[in-house]
């Protein structure tokens, strides 16, 4: 088990061991394109599963594509476009910049100087870091708890704890650094989807 590091300033205290792992973990999503599998789990106040259900991720630089059954999601950075296919639909939409959007791992790694209060929680046996994310401004959760492989920087897990008691979880497996990928897999392609309903809500 580690120990954390706190140290004392004007501006309240700073968990220096939290930092490094958090540097780390966003240095792995700075530079080269990265693509995962993630099992999303919704759990009830009583933290009984309610939901699950397996995404693709291919991620860059702000920029992701994720892809389930039923649905796919296109964001370039300034646009989203929500692919439903069941009812042969895409609705496009500007992207909204939040720093706690899970599925924007990397603003949320960019930013969590300016938003939220970090703290080291412990090391696992298996070399698994900690790190809870408490946000500094009102939120309807109060943290967000970070699963990183310390010596890589590897999200394994992400957990939302909201105050009614329910959770988010997002399990993390295949992640792989490097993936290759070009501009236009984060834009729907209008001219291969012949016959989708376009909805611009932009």
Same mark, same amino acid.
């Given at each position: 088990?580690?120990?954390?590091?706190?140290?004392?300033?004007?501006?309240?205290?700073?968990?220096?061991?939290?930092?490094?792992?958090?540097?780390?973990?966003?240095?792995?999503?700075?530079?080269?394109?990265?693509?995962?599998?993630?099992?999303?789990?919704?759990? !009830?106040?009583?933290?009984?599963?309610?939901?699950?259900?397996?995404?693709?991720?291919? *991620? &860059? +630089?702000?920029?992701?594509? =994720? %892809?389930?059954?039923?649905?796919?999601?296109?964001?370039?950075?300034?646009?989203?476009?929500?692919?439903?296919?069941?009812?042969?639909?895409?609705?496009?939409?500007?992207?909204?910049?939040?720093?706690?959007?899970?599925?924007?791992?990397?603003?949320?790694?960019?930013?969590?100087?300016?938003?939220?209060?970090?703290?080291?929680?412990?090391?696992?046996? !298996?070399?698994?870091?900690?790190?809870?994310?408490?946000?500094?401004?009102?939120?309807? *959760? &109060? +943290?967000?708890?970070?699963? =990183? %492989?310390?010596?890589?920087?590897?999200?394994?897990?992400?957990?939302?704890?909201?105050?009614?008691?329910?959770?988010?979880?997002?399990?993390?497996?295949?992640?792989?650094?490097?993936?290759?990928?070009?501009?236009?897999?984060?834009?729907?392609?209008?001219?291969?989807?012949?016959?989708?309903?376009?909805?611009?809500?932009?």
């Amino acid at each position: 088990t580690g120990v954390a590091q706190i140290t004392h300033t004007a501006q309240g205290n700073v968990d220096k061991h939290a930092q490094e792992i958090l540097k780390k973990a966003s240095s792995a999503f700075s530079s080269k394109p990265v693509s995962c599998i993630v099992t999303m789990v919704s759990r !009830d106040a009583h933290k009984k599963e309610s939901a699950r259900q397996d995404v693709q991720v291919l *991620y &860059h +630089k702000g920029k992701y594509h =994720i %892809t389930s059954h039923d649905q796919e999601l296109y964001c370039d950075g300034t646009s989203v476009w929500h692919w439903q296919k069941e009812v042969n639909e895409v609705v496009v939409s500007k992207m909204v910049q939040s720093d706690d959007d899970l599925m924007n791992p990397g603003r949320l790694l960019m930013n969590y100087s300016k938003n939220f209060r970090p703290k080291y929680i412990r090391t696992e046996e !298996d070399g698994t870091a900690i790190v809870d994310l408490q946000p500094i401004k009102s939120k309807s *959760y &109060h +943290k967000i708890r970070l699963f =990183i %492989t310390e010596k890589t920087g590897v999200i394994k897990r992400m957990e939302m704890h909201n105050y009614d008691g329910s959770q988010g979880e997002f399990h993390v497996a295949n992640f792989r650094v490097g993936a290759k990928c070009a501009d236009k897999d984060f834009i729907f392609d209008h001219a291969t989807h012949k016959g989708v309903e376009v909805i611009d809500m932009r």
